[in-house]
Structure formats: C-alpha cells, structure tokens
C-alpha cells in the first residue's frame, strides 16, 4: 500500500495544477536569507530507553526568517554518534548542514533518537541490533508526527508533505537507510526478528506504514550502510541517493565488514556498495568518494585555520570538504523539487490534457501529436522516470503538429512533459509512454 501511496504522489506532479515548486530569485538554488528562526526541541514522543530511564524525544525547526513563502520543501536530518549517548539534534554537523540549506530556503528539522548510556553496551551484536532497531522506530515516528503536523494540524511550518527529503550522518544515516529499504522484518535472520520485535512488538505495522503521508523523494547518505544491499529490489519506487564516504572509515564500513572492524558487531554495506546496487538497478546515485578519508570526510583533517585559530570551527571541520558538501547537497536537493530557472517568477498553467503518443507501447522511436492550440514558434519536451529523473530535454521550433522522439531508454514506465511560455504564463501539458524491448 506504502508502495502505491508514493507512486501516486509521485505522479502528482504530472497531473496536479500548482504543484510546481516556487523558486523565485534563485531560492533553494542559493542563499537568498541572511537570517533564519530556530524552534528547539519540539517533542514529539516519550520512549523507555534500553536501561529503563523514559525521555522526551524531539526536534528542532529551522526556517528562513521573514519567509513569505507558504508552502516550502523540507529536509529531515539525523545526527550520528554511534548510538551513543553523546550527541543529540544539535550535533555540529548537523547543525552546519541545516543553517546552509534553512538560508537557500527549505524547512530543516533536525531530530533526535534514543541512544545507549553506557559505550560498552554496544559491544555486543544483540545490543548493537536493538539500538539500531530504537532509533529506527523513533525517526519513524518523528516523520509521521511531522507529517501530523503538517496534514491535520494546519501546517505551522508551512511543509510541502510531497517534497520530503531525508539524510544523517553516520549513525543517523545508517537508521535512515535501514527506514528506506527494509520492507520486511522476514527479510532479517530469525535472531535479528527476534531482537527487533523484543524492542518494538508492533514493527512490521510501523513499516508497513512508515512515511505516514510523506513523499519522501531524496536521501542524503553521509558516510552511512545497510545491512543487505539485496534489500533494495528492482521495480520498486525509491528516493534518488546522494552519497558521501571516506574510502579509509575505521568506523562504518565505505565497503563490506564490521564497524570498528569488530567481529562481535553486524557486517553491514557501505555507501560504496548501496551506490553499485542503485545503479545496477538504473535508479538514480550521486556518490562522492573522499579517497583516502577517514569517518565523515569533512570532519577533522589538518588546515591552516585550526592551526592559527582564526576558525573555531576549522577545529572540527575540514573547510574544503565541507564547503563540497554543502554544494553538492543543495544541487542535488534542487534537481528534485521541480525547479527550472527557465520558469521561475513567471504563472504556471498544467493543462488537463494528455497528449497522444504513438506508437505506445514504443521501442523508444515514437511521436509525440502537439496539442492545436499551441500557436508558438518554441517549446520543451522533457522525458522522466518513475523516480522523477529526467532522461531527456530538448527544445523545439517551428509551428508542427507532431514530434519524434528516438531515444535508447531501458523498458519501463516514462513521464512526458511539453511546456512552453506565452504572455508570461507557462503552460504544460503531460502524457506518458511505455517502452518495451
């Protein structure tokens, strides 16, 4: 059912009038705030912790100051710390993240998780499993209790619940991918069932049922793994991956082995191998791997500010590979929420109309019937896939009734989109075409 909601949702986008994002003097793109408002530690759960203590769970919201804006793409994070009690919503890192992208205009919330007291605890793969499985669950429920928020409390953040974007950092990272591609806790060893359900009897319903309304449609992966890449399983609807690791990580593995190369730990899958998996099966990965880095490749790392002091923060961070980070995570997160340049500012128009294409289904050489009312001398046909991404895009002149396009795409479901600007209103129109072997 989760699968089908996030298809239709997906699809909206296609067919729903003013579901363009808008991005208006480069908003998103870049840093049009100099100010942003912090709201600290909204609660949205008390959980029993594995050594019986209860905490409030919550999470802080980052939004531009002074936004008109009514409806805004949001960006969820988790902090890392390996599930140690150590670092909570405020982690630097995440902090750092969340002011660059708060000043380019979305909703950042950062939130927190349970984690275990005692390090040594940790030390033991039952443990490690539970507290793994806890802060799955907790993530979970603070996405839905945003979601509540949004959908049936009047959207005080002003949220697009369509345009949802996730990601952490290490451990938050690792709970983040394990939210995204297990589907089944049968998928799990008997004893990690076990483990899981010893924690959370009510898992699999909380799976089934684990966005609560979002659409979550990216996932930033800093130095993260999964347990089984084979999770991630063809034909299925997937948030495109943005990935950053460092090749040397003693920690979370960038490729196969234990955290901390320790043999009493679970072998997990890092972002080398979840990035190999997403692109044998043709979804969309962006990966930057930091050769030769350690953990988190923009923490740490010897500069010339941390020697003379004149950045504290270059104490914790590597400037160079931060400053990266940041940029590749604000394009990747524009290239997903229908923002062209080539339309901002101007009124955008869906027309309820689905264009012919023939023949349908196609091998990919197939003509696209232009609509007769359009009376302009240029215009743009856009091909996407069932992730949203875009496999083509080309401009058009002269006054037709049809266009061919021969385009080598695998066989599946694709999305077209002609649009094209008249009296400063864009008009789009949408159809969809099958291609087959």
């Known amino acids: ?3 089908v909601l996030y298809t239709f949702l997906l699809l909206s986008f296609f067919i729903a009038p003013g579901n363009a994002t808008d991005c208006f003097n480069g908003r998103y793109k870049n840093k049009v705030f100099s100010e942003f408002t912090v709201l600290n530690n909204i609660i949205y759960a008390r ?5 019986g203590r209860w905490q409030n769970l919550g999470y802080d919201v980052y939004q531009p100051k002074n936004d008109t804006v009514s409806i805004r793409p949001v960006v969820v994070l988790a902090h890392g710390g390996g599930y140690i009690d150590l670092l909570d919503q405020k982690s630097p890192d995440i902090v750092e993240l969340a002011i660059d992208l708060v000043k380019r205009g979305y909703v950042v919330m950062s939130l927190e998780y ?3 007291s005692n390090p040594l605890s940790l030390l033991s793969e039952e443990n490690m499993v539970k507290a793994v499985g806890r802060s799955l669950i907790d993530i979970r429920d603070a996405t839905c209790s945003i979601m509540d928020t949004t959908i049936n409390h009047g959207n005080p953040y002003k949220v697009d619940y369509n345009k949802v974007i996730v990601g952490g950092v290490s451990a938050g990272s690792v709970s983040f991918l394990q939210a995204i591609f297990l589907d089944s ?3 799990m060893s008997p004893q990690y069932q076990q483990w899981i359900l010893q924690v959370e009897p009510n898992s699999q319903a909380l799976l089934d049922n684990r966005y609560c309304g979002a659409n979550v449609i990216g996932m930033i992966n800093v130095s993260g793994a999964l347990l089984d890449t084979a999770w991630i399983k063809p034909n299925r609807i997937y948030p495109a991956l943005l990935s950053q690791h460092g090749t040397a990580d003693p920690i979370v593995p960038y490729n ?5 190369h320790l043999p ?3 072998q997990l899958m890092g972002s080398y191998l979840i990035d190999k998996r997403y692109k044998h099966l043709g979804l969309r990965s962006e990966f930057d791997s930091w050769l030769g880095y350690s953990h988190v490749p923009f923490i740490g790392g010897f500069n010339i500010d941390a020697l003379f002091g004149t950045n504290p ?3 914790i961070f590597n400037p160079y590979v931060l400053d990266s980070t940041k940029r590749h995570i604000a394009n990747f997160c524009y290239s997903l929420i229908d923002c062209d340049e080539r339309i901002t500012g101007i009124k955008q128009n869906i027309i309820s109309f689905n264009l012919p294409v023939f023949p349908n289904p196609s091998a990919g050489n197939f003509n696209i019937q232009l609509p007769k009312e ?3 001398n240029k215009w743009n046909v856009g091909i996407y896939d069932i992730t949203g991404k875009e496999m083509n895009s080309r401009e058009f002149f002269g006054n037709l009734s049809f266009v061919t396009i021969n385009e080598k795409l695998p066989p599946g479901t694709y999305f077209i989109k002609l649009q094209y600007e008249k009296n400063s209103e864009l008009l789009i129109y949408t159809g969809k075409v099958m291609i087959s072997d």
């Open 1 to 3: 059912m989760q699968r």
């Open 47 to 51: 959980k029993q912790t594995s050594d």
């Open 114 to 116: 349970r984690e275990e």
């Open 185 to 187: 806790l049968s998928w």
């Open 256 to 260: 196969y082995d234990h955290p901390f």
């Open 264 to 266: 009493m730990l679970p």
């Open 313 to 315: 923060l270059a104490l």
């Open 374 to 376: 359009m009376t302009v």
